[in-house]
């Protein structure tokens, strides 16, 4: 079975073996392509290419058949009939060219014959720079050289090493990237002063070339270890003396430190002979990060450096803080004996510290007074204190770190901007970019020469916040006018910026706003109250949130119009103001409802609208235009009212302007139980009655008359006639009282007196007379005679009077008591009074109740 499985696997490569031989042999099995002189020419050469056809291997026997084409990759360079082709060509690349011969048979495809390939390089250039090196003690040799330019063509790079005794070692490489070989071989330093020598030769197809030969010796071409095991000893903890120590080979003669802090690009270079691994750096900074590194070198003049050793990274002790703070402070008034002060500082700097700061000593202090000492312990870098108004008072402050602390830095408080001469002009702020503000001020105008130094200080308020903030300062010198601030600048983030003018313990100062980024905000103000107060419209709003101001606000707008107009909104401006938040307008009329909202604007824009308020202005300021007048015009009027002569006038004018629709009522007697009682009555009816209906005034056409005069007259004799049988003092009919006017009223509308003295001693029957008017009467004919009407008839109109009158006598009671003056009653002023009769009032004690008796509007109008 084994035997099969051999055979088998030489069979198979006897069969593959034959096709690749019929394979070459079938590549130009019509004919051959010739190239001469050489298929591989230098750069600027030509050559001359042929192509044959063999015997027997053209389309036909007649040579004119055939066709034969050559090509220098697929382009044509010479075609011709017949058995062969020769063509010369030059100006050929460097580089590798395929040329392919072909034969055409009429109209079919070409028929590949030959071909060939034409190298085309330079001669090899000299090696150059061929150094050796040996790595340590024992390490091998190698060897490196330049190659010169790319020859293009297969070359051969061949090292040979020469030493003592006639030894010699040799390598050899090809390729495109050879320019470095390893022999392989160690140089002994039992001998180091033996000599060798070196030399490497590259080689084509168009020539060679030597490098010139180098001579070295073991001491030459060693190349020591990277020292390792380095370490780093603070004697007595203390940074003022420490010792770097360090590993190396035996035969090191030489080193050199390198050393820097970690945050720094430079390095410090010492160089030590027989260090023995060891070396003592004095001048390192405490509590300080560094990188060290070490290198080695056998011989002084001779051999090379080692590679530099792995780094090692520590840090220093601490040592006592050195320098001063940066110390900066705001005074601010609470009230009239109290007082607060904010200090500031800086943080050291790393070299200041030479150690982790823990905590700051504060001390404030009093200087006149009651010499009072305030001292505090604080790992923040600021302090707020709540003092007594005094003018005199100072402020220390010092770092410490676990050694010690700095010296103090002293300060006296003074006011900041309370020197107007010294307060710098045209202060301005500009974006100096993303995170950076340019500030600028001219210095000031009467005492520039006095100022020691300019403080720039700077703040971002949010809305909100307290007004005095952790803030950053930088100082500058007096003949600088600019400053360029960065320390935590934000973009889109609008700060409070001043500049102070010092000059020994005055100073003055000019503020501004600025920011390095800006857009247009992102909201509006929201508008949270609407008052009215004295006659203006007072508006109150939120600050936008910080997030959404977008930079420094310039301005506030309110915008207003007619709620559910269409006309354009009006709007005023109103600068930016950190505080209130509040505005007065004078421009919307009053009792109309109107629409507000507020926007908010930077530099780049103006923000979206806030949220909408309606607001009506009620004018309450401008009321007192009314009002005085109408209490001065009331005033005047009671005054006038208070003497009755002009209330009397003020009433018969009143009660002339009255319409008749509006004129009391009669009542109708038709049903009256008294008048039918009494008929005894309608007896006594004699022609002062007529005449007292006759010369009675037309209702519809009242004459004006004098009240004081028919007051005196006429009420008298009312009185006796009507006196025993009529309702009490004060009561009407349908028991309403009846006013003084009501009673002047009634006086004022009876016959003449003439016709009333007539009869004094029986009681009249009215009701009865006032219906008994002739058919032939005539307002205002005396002469007319009456006519009596029966008991039981009157005539009948709208209106009744009350009947409970039963208790009225049978004859006339006698008028004993004496006259009396009519009581001042409540005063109507109605132009159009009530529909119900107000009867006359005497002073009478008894009562007439006519609720069953009518009277026609015809008949006496009482």
């Given amino acids: 079975m084994a035997h099969t499985v051999r055979a088998c696997y030489w069979a198979l490569i006897f069969v593959i073996m034959l096709l690749l031989v019929k394979a070459e042999i079938d590549v130009c099995r019509r004919g051959n392509v010739t190239v001469t002189p050489s298929r591989v020419i230098s750069l600027g050469s030509a050559v001359n290419i042929s192509c044959s056809l063999k015997p027997k291997q ?73 150094s050796c090196a040996q790595k340590g003690e024992h390490g091998m040799v190698a060897c490196t050289w330049d190659r010169g330019r790319d020859t293009h063509l297969y070359t051969t790079y061949t090292l040979q090493l020469k030493g003592p005794k006639n030894l010699t070692w040799q390598k050899q490489c090809n390729g495109y990237d050879c320019d470095h070989l390893d022999l392989g071989i160690n140089l002994s330093p039992e001998s180091p002063e033996s000599s060798y020598t070196a030399k490497v030769t590259a080689s084509n197809s168009l ?258 916040h307290s007004t005095w903030l952790p803030l950053k300062w930088l100082r500058t010198s007096p003949h600088n006018l ?129 949220n909408k308020r309606e607001f009506c202005l009620q004018g309450k300021a401008s009321l007192s235009t009314f009002v005085v007048p109408s209490i001065c015009t009331a005033v005047i009027m009671v005054g006038i009212f208070s003497v009755r002569y002009f209330r009397q006038k003020v009433f018969v004018l009143l009660s002339a302007l009255r319409p008749q629709w509006c004129s009391r009522e009669i009542p109708d007697p038709a049903n009256s139980t008294w008048a039918k009682k009494y008929p005894f009555v309608e007896e006594n009816m004699q022609l002062p009655l007529d005449r007292l209906l006759t010369d009675w005034p037309t209702p519809k056409e009242p004459e004006p008359l004098v009240i004081n005069e028919v007051l005196h007259q006429v009420t008298p004799v009312f009185r006796q006639l009507l006196c025993s049988n009529w309702p009490e003092k004060g009561k009407g009919v349908q028991g309403h009282y009846t006013s003084e006017e009501d009673a002047g009223y009634s006086a004022s509308s009876s016959p003449p007196p003439r016709a009333l003295t007539a009869e004094t001693g029986q009681l009249v029957n009215l009701y009865k007379v006032l219906g008994g008017k002739g058919p032939g009467s005539k307002p205002g004919n005396p002469g007319s005679p009456l006519t009596v009407l029966p008991v039981d008839y009157l005539p009948t109109q709208e209106g009744y009077l009350p009947s409970n009158i039963d208790y009225l006598p049978s004859q006339e009671a006698p008028l004993t008591e004496p006259l009396e003056e009519l009581e001042p009653q409540h005063i109507s002023l109605s132009v159009f009074p009530s529909s119900s009769l107000h009867p006359l009032t005497f002073s009478c004690g008894e009562k007439l109740t006519l609720d069953r008796l009518k009277m026609g509007c015809g008949s006496l109008m009482l």
């Fill in 58 to 130: 053209g389309c036909s026997q007649y040579s004119s058949f055939n066709k034969l084409i050559l090509y220098m990759f697929d382009k044509v360079i010479k075609s011709q009939r017949g058995h062969s082709l020769s063509s010369e060509i030059s100006g050929l690349p460097l580089g590798t060219t395929l040329f392919v011969c072909k034969m055409v048979c009429g109209d079919s495809e070409g028929i590949r014959i030959c071909g060939a390939e034409i190298s085309v390089g330079v001669v090899s250039e000299q090696p150059q720079n061929l």
């Fill in 207 to 464: 020539g060679n070339a030597s490098s010139f030969p180098s001579t070295f010796t073991f001491l030459d071409i060693v190349k020591p270890l990277p020292p390792w095991d380095i370490r780093i000893n603070f004697v007595n903890d203390s940074v003022s003396r420490c010792t770097l120590q360090w590993r190396d080979e035996g035969m090191v003669l030489l080193n050199r430190l390198r050393y820097r802090p970690s945050n720094s690009r430079s390095w410090t270079m010492v160089n030590t002979t027989n260090a023995k691994g060891r070396h003592d750096l004095l001048d390192l900074k405490p509590f300080t990060e560094y990188e060290f590194q070490v290198s080695s070198k056998l011989r002084l003049h001779k051999g090379s450096w080692s590679d530099w050793s792995e780094s090692l990274r520590t840090q220093t002790p601490e040592e006592e803080p050195t320098g001063t703070l940066d110390i900066w402070y705001v005074k601010q008034n609470i009230d009239y004996s109290r007082q607060q002060i904010s200090l500031f500082w800086k943080y050291l700097s790393v070299s200041e510290a030479r150690g982790k700061i823990l905590h700051y000593h504060v001390t404030l202090l009093e200087v006149a007074g009651e010499k009072t000492t305030l001292r505090n312990i604080t790992e923040n870098t600021s302090w707020t204190w709540v003092v007594p108004r005094t003018e005199n008072w100072a402020a220390a402050v010092s770092a410490a770190n676990s050694k010690g602390s700095s010296l103090p830095t002293r300060v006296n408080i003074t006011d900041l901007c309370g020197a107007g001469l010294l307060a710098p002009g045209q202060v301005s702020a500009n974006s100096g970019g993303v995170d950076n503000i340019l500030v600028t001020w001219e210095p000031p105008r009467e005492a520039a020469s006095a100022v020691r130094e300019y403080v720039v200080e700077w703040r971002e308020l949010p809305p909100g």
């Fill in 482 to 610: 600019s400053a360029l601030i960065s320390e935590n600048i934000r973009p889109y983030v609008c700060y409070e910026i001043r500049v102070h003018a010092l000059s020994g313990h005055r100073g003055g100062c000019s503020s501004t706003r600025g920011d390095s980024k800006h857009k247009a905000p992102l909201s509006g103000p929201y508008i949270n109250a609407i008052t009215e107060e004295k006659g203006r419209t007072l508006i109150s709003w939120d600050e936008i949130p910080a997030q959404e101001q977008k930079g420094c606000i310039l301005h506030y707008r309110i915008y207003w119009k007619e709620q559910d107009s269409s006309s354009q909104p009006r709007f005023c401006e109103i600068p930016y103001r950190a505080s209130p938040n509040s505005h007065a307008l004078d421009s919307l009329q009053p009792w109309v409802r109107h629409v507000l909202w507020m926007t908010a604007l930077t530099a780049a824009g103006e923000s979206p609208q806030g």
